[in-house]
């Protein structure tokens, strides 16, 4: 391997504030990698989304697609080829950060740990083996990605300890759902992950089937399909359930039925009444009057909202 076309890359130039030493970031690629990248002082945590490459170093070349997962860890080199719409996540942390300091607490326990932190190779090669989440735990993953990316962007008070906290809920879920790859694949979920997050944003939108699908890249049937098979509903069902939360947050701060209605995303305020009835058991004049008094929570109302798979 020529060392004089390495780059050299350090967690001090990545970590965007060092009172915590971890970035995370969406990378998206055009072209093959000419250059090979060492990691000299980090951590890095693949995560693929979309497409394929070829990760390669000097002992192997493997190829790689949407749902897979591997760990590099400090002092090793690689580069990517043989690029078709590839884009994954990747986290950039120090590894004493996975040390909780509790022995009754530690990563090790769980069951993909050494699928992830039992290197192959040696040197500037090592790195884990290719690992598959399936569709669902990568929603997941992207979800808590995200946090973390807006935490450690934005500063605001607690963001250090809040990004911490979920940095370690993405590795306990990853090490509780992945597998050797192939074994499970996803090749959708960051398809399906975006039509949610459009959906959260303006769940008071009137969305059409086609528009989200078109929105995400996917036929018609493959995006219906794929996306009930991640969340447990169809769209136009998730969809529901999304206004119908809004509207019991909103009840519960006596706002007037026609108002929830409307700002919730139903234009008729008659049928709006209907399907919360039939959703929760209560009208929504029940549910501002039994929350009021104490008969009702937040939490049992929005129970009753999730779906059964």
């Known amino acids: 391997m020529d060392v004089r076309i390495q780059k050299y890359l350090k967690g001090s130039k990545h970590f965007r504030n060092p009172k915590l030493p971890l970035t995370v970031n969406l990378q998206g690629y055009r072209s093959s990698m000419t250059s090979w990248h060492r990691h000299e002082d980090f951590y890095e945590l693949v995560i693929v989304c979309s497409g394929s490459a070829r990760n390669e170093n000097r002992v ?3 190829q790689i697609h949407a749902g897979n997962v591997y ?5 090793t ?4 080829a043989d690029i078709k719409n590839f884009r994954h996540y990747n986290v950039l942390f120090d590894p004493s950060l996975l040390d909780t300091g509790h022995p009754d607490m530690s990563l090790e326990t769980l069951p993909g740990y050494k699928n992830l932190f039992e290197f192959r190779f040696s040197g500037e090669e090592r790195c884990s083996q290719i690992n598959s989440v399936d569709e669902q735990a990568q929603t ?11 935490e450690t962007g934005l500063w605001l008070p607690g963001w250090k300890e809040n990004a911490y906290f979920e940095f370690m809920s993405m590795m306990v879920l990853l090490l509780r759902s992945c597998l050797p790859q192939d074994s499970r694949t996803g090749q959708n979920a960051f398809q399906i992950s975006s039509a949610i997050q459009m959906m959260e944003k303006d769940c008071t939108k009137q969305y059409t089937l086609r ?5 995400v890249h996917m036929s018609q049937s493959c995006f219906r399909h794929h996306f009930t098979r991640i969340t447990g509903l169809p769209p136009g069902e998730y969809l529901m359930n999304l206004r119908l939360r809004k509207a019991i947050l909103l009840l519960t701060i ?4 026609a108002e929830t209605a409307r700002l919730a995303g139903f234009e008729d ?5 209907r399907i919360i009835r039939k959703r929760t058991g209560f009208s929504p004049k029940d549910i501002q009057r039994k929350f009021l008094s104490g008969e009702l929570t937040v939490e049992t109302l929005l129970e009753k909202l999730h779906p059964v798979r």
């Open 60 to 62: 192997m070349k493997e």
């Open 71 to 75: 760990l590099m860890p400090d002092k």
């Open 77 to 80: 080199v690689h580069r990517y």
């Open 140 to 150: 997941r993953l992207i979800a808590v990605l995200e946090m973390i990316r807006n």
């Open 211 to 215: 528009q989200l699908a078109d929105a």
């Open 254 to 257: 006596a706002n007037p039925v």
């Open 269 to 273: 305020s008659n049928y709006f009444a």
